[in-house]
């Protein structure tokens, strides 16, 4: 007879998020688990098949968290500023996990074009919101888009590694200043073309 369930899936998550959010992914092993529950490491096994498999959902769980982040940012009056200042709310209030999802190597190096889709499972709809909102086309968008995202991973970055703590004022003023230059730069650009 198999050994009983002592915990179900979503207590060794909650178990294994806390301790990424406190040791980071090197620090999530079986007996580090384990410990963060309060037992062996043996009735992790009796949920999951192997570390692997608890290290991967606990990733899915990770992005679960910054999810809802992004979902506060698309519901604000400005949707695609909402979105910038909740990536870095969620670079301040939860670094390990921004570590985990946007600091993390990749298998592969990216084009600058594949990055966002490969990096945010929500990249789709915060385009909509700027092409919505700014009345863009597709490829104009995306590439405002892009250039915003690197510079909001620039201060996210600042914030999760605390070599600077800017305020959520600051951080919202230079995202201000930012965007408006670069929806100059494409009415000007605009002209040009007519």
Known sequence: MPPKQKFNAKEVLEASLNLVRREGMDGLTARGLGAELGVSSRPIFTVFKNMEE?????????????????????AEDNPFKGVGMQYIRFAREEPRLFGLLFMTAGEKILAPGEILPVIDDNSEKILAS?????????????????????????????????????????????????????????????????
Do not use: P
Request: net charge neutral; hydrophobic share 35%; charged share 25%.
């Open 130 to 194: 700027v092409q919505t909102s700014y009345g863009l086309t597709r490829d104009i968008a995306y590439n405002l888009y892009q250039n915003m995202w690197i510079f909001t991973h620039g201060i996210a970055c600042l914030c999760a590694t605390g070599v600077s703590r800017l305020t959520e004022d600051e951080a919202g003023a230079r995202l201000t200043e930012m965007f408006t230059g670069q929806l100059i730069k494409i009415k000007s650009e605009g002209r040009k073309n007519d």
């Open 54 to 74: 608890v290290r991967q959902e606990t990733v899915k769980a990770a992005k679960a968290v910054y999810n809802e982040y992004v979902e506060h940012g698309l």
